[in-house]
């Protein structure tokens, strides 16, 4: 565990260093920025290290990493002089309490999932072999942009921003990159828990100083701590309802006495739950060999006209920590955070922007402009996808205060377009570069048509959080008067039959006009819509998408109703000004716009989806609804504590009843996953590298592998394979660039084949060749140092290795492999 009170120290310091930055733009929250320091630091380091690096300032190694941090160091000593030395330092003084308590939240965090990896710390199956390569690929390039590690000759055409801080890490503190990679993981679960406590701690601190008379507020600070662990519980802990079914599914109930039929796991419809339960019987869920846990990411199902099943991920935060892929949108959770809390600090207008009269002018030279744009535009870097949905939030967490103090005039939209406009310019231009050398699957949106989420399936998938935050809806719109409530009811009614009524008659009308607007999408595209939906025809597909929106309404009329509650509830004002007789808070307000932008997230689904390479709705809903998860467990975790803290009366011990079966549910999943994903902690040898199960199993070809990270910087040849395999190891585990990895994923990077060329086909023909000249042809074309023999590519080609003994200077060998070095 040394390495990991390593990368302690380097995060302590980190934070410390950007502590001044956040105590100056956010000087009017709670706790000063603190919560988000270490955040703020590696945001800031990183992209120091990246642009230091992309202009030859810095060199890609430990030297490189120093020199980013005291650049960091002198930008932390300007904002200490902007913030005056004494008033920082008497704020530390004053809440020592404060301060101890979020470190043992973090460290707490950090240190126990550190010790879950290293119960099964092996790299290896999903897409933890390509992060890896990412990582040893970054840290290992001459410059930036840094290569890409599966296609030689290349750049990374993906968001490796995080790749790129762990690659940081990794070098400052001299670790391994197997160990880097688990102890990455487990520093991001420990900031995202860490970062989840401080914002809910901002929120019940106003809350508290909203409702409450200042001796009070100022007393129950020590109980709002307490209550903020519900944040991460709620956020990393808890798992969807799925676990839960899997025990009873395990004990065999809602089954007939032979256990061959059952209408209630038929109508419920989650992959394998239809199929009987293992013998014996037992409340503990163990079927699959063991893996069960996985069907948790795979809730809901779509399914085509002619009824084939089309697999959907849903991932949420305690399923991704425990699958351990350290992919973007894992690594991106502490900036999400960040974003959430920097809205609210929006949303109050504590964060001191240019006025709206002067911004356009002044919004360039003001650092709060700056520092926003920085830390909401990192999402660019660090995961696309994130940007659109946090870039709102705040937008939005602007303009209502502006509507509840100037009204839907003109004037409030000025407003908010010089907020917008110039905080979206500045997002881009910081993060342009990265931006120019990205491509994209992405092509476009499609609409859904038949494919519609089950009402129940979404159930599941959000049960834990959905109880608290309709608990805590129903409790404030009931401290409305009768006519109010009556409108409320109105209103849900009314919008929902317009949107209705809209998606109703937009769908058909859409779909009969599919062979004019479809030709944009290319060559065949009604052909290759009819084969993702699986329809013989276009009339065929218009029939069953009507009859699917007609039999299968109920989750867009509950998120519609929803929604309209939030909108009602975030734009009306209670009948007393006093908010400490009215219970409500602004706090309040931004929870229900936190609420608003994780239901709109789900509804955008049921109407378009991404285009991409998978064809159906797999990646959209996996990407929306992750968010979703983040956005609500913020809510439900600050509604549950609301109901715990703020909650008086008779009703209050049923709320809380309400909400702790909610936890309970949630608790199964992670506590059955996490004993049977480590085998109980009973491993006999605990280790946080994670290469060493390929050290093990793989003892010739890690050994060649090794020394050929010692040799000079260069292009390596290895067999090429399939994704989510053994393939691509060598550049993986060394860092050098391969002429080509995993097809698959370069073709979703590249967004087409062109970079790929003939790549395949000409590696095969490097290895099976008899000819020197053809062999040196490839060599050539690819620019290739070394070409690696070894078991995998003796099993993939027909392997002439004559040539190369020849013609090539062997540089290593052992009873399984052999390393080449070309000349050229």
């Not at 209550?227 to 799925?242: C, D, K, Q, S, Y």
């Amino acid at each position: 565990m040394v390495d990991f009170l390593y990368w302690l120290i380097a995060i302590s310091l980190i934070g410390w260093l950007a502590f001044p930055i956040c105590f100056y733009i956010f000087g009017k929250a709670t706790d000063r920025g603190y919560s988000f320091s270490k955040v703020v630091g590696m945001l800031l380091w990183g992209y120091l290290y990246w642009t230091g690096n992309s202009w030859g300032i810095f060199t890609n190694n430990r030297a490189g990493v120093i020199s980013a941090i005291l650049f960091l160091g002198a930008v932390s000593f300007l904002f200490t002089r902007k913030a005056g030395f004494s008033s920082l330092w008497g704020w530390v003084k004053g809440h020592k309490n404060l301060l101890f308590a979020y470190e043992l939240v973090f460290v707490i965090a950090f240190l126990g999932w550190a010790i879950v990896r290293a119960a099964n710390p092996e790299i290896s199956g999903t897409e933890k072999p390509m992060e890896l390569a990412f990582i040893n690929a970054i840290a290992r390039s001459p410059a930036f942009p840094p290569n890409d590690p599966w296609l030689s000759g290349y750049a990374i055409s993906y968001y490796y921003f995080g790749y790129l801080i762990t690659a940081a890490m990794m070098q400052l503190t001299g670790t391994i990159s197997g160990t880097a990679f688990n102890l990455a993981i487990s520093l991001t679960f420990g900031l995202t828990a860490a970062g989840s406590w401080g914002i809910m701690v901002n929120l019940l601190a106003r809350k508290n100083e909203d409702t409450q008379q200042p001796a009070a507020a100022e007393k129950n600070l020590k109980r709002i701590m307490r209550i903020a662990l519900l944040a991460p519980v709620f956020l990393l802990i808890l798992g969807n309802a799925e676990g839960f079914l899997e025990m009873l599914h395990a004990r065999g109930l809602f089954w007939d006495a032979n256990l061959t039929v059952s209408r209630f796991w038929q109508w419920l419809d989650i992959q394998d739950l239809t199929n009987p339960p293992a013998l014996p019987l037992s409340w503990n869920p163990g079927r699959l060999g063991g893996t069960w846990w996985w069907r948790g990411s795979r809730v809901l199902q779509d399914y085509t006209v002619s009824g084939q099943s089309r697999e959907i991920i849903d991932e949420f935060p305690f399923f991704s920590y425990l699958l351990a892929d350290l992919h973007p949108h894992v690594l991106a959770m502490p900036a999400v955070l960040l974003a959430i809390y920097s809205a609210f600090c929006v949303f109050l207008h504590s964060f001191d922007l240019p006025d709206s009269r002067n911004r356009l002018l002044t919004v360039f030279t003001s650092p709060n402009s700056w520092f926003l744009a920085f830390t909401t535009g990192s999402l660019i870097f660090l995961n696309t996808w994130d940007f659109p949905v946090y870039f709102g939030l705040i937008t939005l967490a602007y303009i209502i205060p502006v509507i509840h103090k100037k009204g839907w005039k003109s004037e409030s939209l000025r407003d908010f377009l010089t907020f917008a406009i110039p905080f979206g310019v500045l997002c881009i231009f910081l993060y342009l570069p990265f931006l120019a050398g990205l491509s994209s699957q992405a092509g476009g949106f499609l609409p859904s048509l038949v494919f519609r989420t089950r009402a129940i399936h979404f159930m599941v998938m959000f049960f834990p959080l959905l109880v608290p935050t309709a608990i805590y809806i129903l409790i404030d719109i009931n401290q409305w008067g009768n006519l109010k409530r009556w409108l409320v009811i109105f209103l849900y009614g009314l919008i929902t039959a317009i949107v209705l009524s809209l998606v109703g008659l937009a769908i058909p009308a859409a779909a009969a006009n599919l062979p004019r607007w479809l030709p944009a999408l290319g060559n065949n595209a009604l052909q290759n819509l009819l084969g993702i939906f699986g329809a013989a025809d276009s009339q065929e597909l218009i029939s069953a998408s009507l009859g699917e929106f007609i039999t299968n309404p109920w989750l867009i009329i509950l998120l519609v109703a929803i929604s309209a509650a939030l909108v009602i509830l975030i734009f009306t004002k209670h009948e007393s000004e006093d908010a400490i007789h009215t219970n409500q808070s602004y706090a309040d307000q931004f929870i229900w716009l936190v609420m608003l932008t994780a239901i709109l997230l789900a509804l955008v689904p049921e109407f378009f989806y991404l285009r991409d390479q998978f064809g159906w709705r797999m990646n959209t809903i996996f990407k929306f609804y992750f968010q979703v998860w983040i956005l609500l467990a913020i809510a439900s975790a600050y509604a549950a504590g609301n109901i715990l803290f703020f909650k008086r009366g008779l009703g209050k011990s049923f709320l809380v009843g309400a909400v702790m079966i909610a936890i309970g549910t949630g608790l199964v999943y992670p506590i059955f996953a996490i004993k049977d994903k480590t085998n109980s902690f009973r491993n006999i040898e605990w280790s946080m590298d994670g290469n060493y199960f390929y050290e093990v199993t793989n003892p010739q070809d890690d050994q060649a592998i090794k020394f050929l990270g010692t040799l000079p910087y260069g292009t390596v040849a290895e067999a090429i394979g399939g994704s989510y395999s053994g393939y691509g190891r060598v550049s993986r585990l060394s860092g050098y660039p391969t002429v080509l990895g995993w097809p698959g994923h370069e073709l979703q990077w590249r967004g087409g084949s062109a970079e790929i060329g003939s790549r395949e086909s000409d590696l095969r023909l490097l290895y099976e060749t008899d000819s020197w000249e053809t062999a040196r042809w490839v060599l050539d074309q690819y620019q290739i140092d070394y070409v690696f023999l070894g078991a995998l590519e003796r099993n993939t080609y027909q392997v002439n290795e004559e040539k190369f003994t020849r013609n090539l200077t062997i540089v290593f060998k052992n009873d399984e492999a052999v390393i080449y070095s070309y000349a050229g």
